[in-house]
């Protein structure tokens, strides 16, 4: 193919008008469709209401005195049900990786083929100094693409010892298919694993942040409007 | 009763014989029942198999143990009924409360064991490190011991922590290479009773299920009983609404301590803990653990000395830190040191951009000068 980069990116808009839209020299795509969108939100607020319940339960450190308020009660009622919200925003979004646009889809987060690894070097040199351009791509980079996957990790891991510590008090089917997990690690570990990722999710949000800060200033994409919009606005060799 | 007897009489004869009124015993099946939490017309079925049943043959072992087992036998609900639970069992071996000793108690305990059939109540751990010298019993290793009286035996209940999972013998770094009784003992039905010490209850129920099913009570992937241990402490703690209010004990002897408030802040295991303390309680039903005031420490879980402590924090130290750090102060390291860590590179990237100059064509950049170029060659178009 020789088209020029412009050509391509007429012919992309030409394909698909609703999700990218060709100006001269450049393109201004829908990289994150609504479901991530409104996933990646969910999942924000979702850690934000365990993370602040958590905290409590682990360390009760509101003192209510003699006048008894619930507090423990409402907190963990407020836990159980946004573990709920967040346990469908994480299946949901690994359904999107299966069904979703090309930037969404599991390959993003998993550097295998060639050019996701060249990506992938391309980052840490970037990172580590070595390199003055950040990574090429429309979508996420292959470098941030797999801390998602050790997020997803994370999170996985913090669902299913959330869903074994329920199990201690629901009893039942629960506690039938998480209760070999005491056998490997008992129970005091998995309340301290459950802490400890919430400790590690919030360092990952440090990271996630402030990388969206440094390559919207180094490249200008509106990469942090984009995932309020879903659009991105890119030199067309990009796509 | 104690000294040592091949007698085989039925149980209800002994209890006749001791002055035990038919009506004392209808009481005891009642609450037997209750506490193996079956429907009230089980009472009968287990009054008829204990008047028909003979009496049981049981061996009891200690190994490496601090005999508490022992004294939570002996302490059985009431006088009247720790003579029912003794006089259902013909206690052929129990070395700290037969009168005969030596040889002779040894031989007790070697025609049990012929005549099988028997129950064997294990108390302690088993140390198997440098071929069991740890505890050698009549110039026996406490295995080869073990090993002899389960041959035969109808049933296996291991009491306390100890003989069930190791317990404190096998807490790290374990010495002596002490197990639980599961580990070594195989084809002969095992329950185990643990807890630091087990509750009579529980062994005397344990008993009676056997001898009015003819089969051990259903088990937990631990091995234990679920009448007595399918429960959270956490979930039927007398303490549990301050848990939910939100009213904590934060020093001993403090208003909330006082007060009694839940113990959560001062390290209580209640949480990750299954027993029935809380209902069924000790000494008689007078108190527990936490009705005491003091947290539960967990000893009824397996390998409760290390993974339940510290006794006085409520989780585990993180490895590595020292004990007196905690998982909070980890977790604000975490967060602080990458803030800190980014916060350097986002300067160090600034300082680059200074130097090096811009990384990349930006999109806006791009947009001018190819707009720019556009009116040049094809007359302004878009
Ligand atoms: C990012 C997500 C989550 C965070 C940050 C989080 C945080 C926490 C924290 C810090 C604790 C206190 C642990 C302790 O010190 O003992 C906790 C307890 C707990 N969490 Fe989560 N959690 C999350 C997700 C979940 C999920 C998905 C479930 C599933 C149902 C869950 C269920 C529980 C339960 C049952 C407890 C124990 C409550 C108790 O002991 O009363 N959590 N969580
Ligand atoms: S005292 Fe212990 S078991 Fe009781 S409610 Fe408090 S934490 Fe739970």
New interface residues.
């Given amino acids: 193919m020789t088209t020029t980069p ?1 050509e391509r990116a007429e012919a992309a808009a030409r394909e698909d008008p609703l999700q990218v839209v060709a ?4 393109v201004t795509v829908r990289v994150w469709q609504l479901p991530v969108r409104v996933i990646h939100w969910t999942i924000f607020s979702s850690v934000v209401v365990l993370s602040l319940t958590g905290f409590y339960i ?3 450190y ?5 006048d ?6 409402w907190a ?1 009622a407020a836990h159980n049900l946004a573990a709920f919200v967040f346990i469908a925003a994480i299946v949901a979004r690994i359904i999107w990786a299966f069904s979703g646009n090309k930037w969404s889809r599991w390959d993003q987060f998993i550097p295998i083929s060639k050019a996701r690894r060249e990506n992938a070097w391309a980052g840490f040199k970037y ?1 580590t ?1 070595l390199s ?3 990574p090429a791509g429309a979508g996420h980079n292959a470098l941030a693409g797999s801390t998602y996957l050790v997020v997803l990790v994370m999170f996985l891991v913090q669902i299913f010892t959330g869903l074994a510590l329920l199990s ?2 629901s ?1 039942g089917a629960l506690a039938s298919i998480s ?2 997990v ?2 490997v690690l ?4 998995i ?2 694993v459950h ?2 990722i ?3 999710t ?3 949000v ?2 996630h942040v ?2 969206a800060v ?1 390559m919207d200033t ?4 509106g990469l942090i409007s984009s995932i309020f919009t879903g659009w991105k ?4 060799d990009r796509l | 009763m104690l000294e040592t007897s091949t007698r085989q009489d039925s149980i209800v004869e002994s209890l006749l014989a001791r002055g035990v009124t038919r009506r004392r015993f209808l009481e005891f099946c009642a609450a037997t029942t209750a506490i193996l939490a079956l429907p009230v017309t089980y009472e009968t079925r287990i009054a008829e198999a204990l008047e028909t049943a003979d009496k049981p043959t049981l061996v009891w072992l200690e190994f490496q143990d601090c005999a508490g087992n022992s004294e939570s036998f002996l302490r059985a609900r009431d006088p009247g009924v720790a003579d029912i639970v003794l006089d259902i069992l013909s206690v052929d071996y129990h070395e700290t409360i037969m009168a005969a000793a030596g040889h002779q108690a040894e031989a007790a305990r070697e025609e049990a064991i012929a005549r099988g059939g028997h129950i064997v109540v294990v108390e302690g751990s088993v140390p198997t490190a440098a071929n069991g010298v740890y505890c050698t019993i009549g110039g026996k290793t406490a295995q080869q011991i073990l090993a002899e009286t389960v041959k035969g035996a109808a049933a296996v209940i291991n009491t306390g922590t100890c003989s069930a999972y190791g317990g404190i013998p096998a807490a790290a770094p374990n010495p002596t290479g002490a197990v639980g009784v599961p580990d070594l003992v195989s084809g002969v039905p095992v329950v185990n009773l643990p807890g630091c010490p087990m509750n009579v209850d529980n062994l005397t129920a344990t008993i009676v299920h056997f001898l009015t099913f003819g089969a051990l009570p259903a088990t937990d992937e631990v091995g234990r009983p679920l009448f007595a241990y399918g429960e959270r402490i956490h979930d039927h703690c007398e303490r549990r609404a301050h848990f939910d209010a939100g009213q904590f004990a934060l020093e001993w002897g403090d208003e909330g301590h006082r007060k009694g408030w839940c113990l959560y802040k001062m390290g209580c295991k209640g949480p990750s803990t299954f027993h029935n303390c809380p209902s069924q309680r000790w000494n008689g039903g007078t108190s527990w653990p936490i009705g005491a005031g003091h947290g539960c420490v967990g000893c009824s879980e397996p390998f409760f000395w290390d993974t339940m402590t510290p006794i006085y924090g409520r989780l585990p130290a993180p490895p590595g830190f020292g004990v007196t750090t905690s998982l909070e102060r980890i977790g604000a390291g975490i967060v602080g040191l990458t803030a800190l860590g980014f916060g350097a590179h986002g300067v160090a990237k600034a300082i680059q951009r200074k130097r090096v100059g811009d990384a990349v064509q930006t999109p806006v950049e791009i947009d001018r000068a190819a707009l720019r170029k556009g009116r040049d060659e094809e007359g302004g178009e878009r």
């Fill in positions: 412009r100006t001269a020299g450049c682990g360390t009760p509101l003192s209510v005195g003699s008894p308020r619930f507090v423990m009660g963990r990172y100094f003055r351009t950040p201690l008090e009893g209760g070999w005491f056998a008992p129970i005091p570990w309340r301290f802490h400890l919430m400790w590690m919030w360092g990952f440090i990271h402030y990388s440094l180094e490249e200008k994409t606005r890119l030199p067309a």
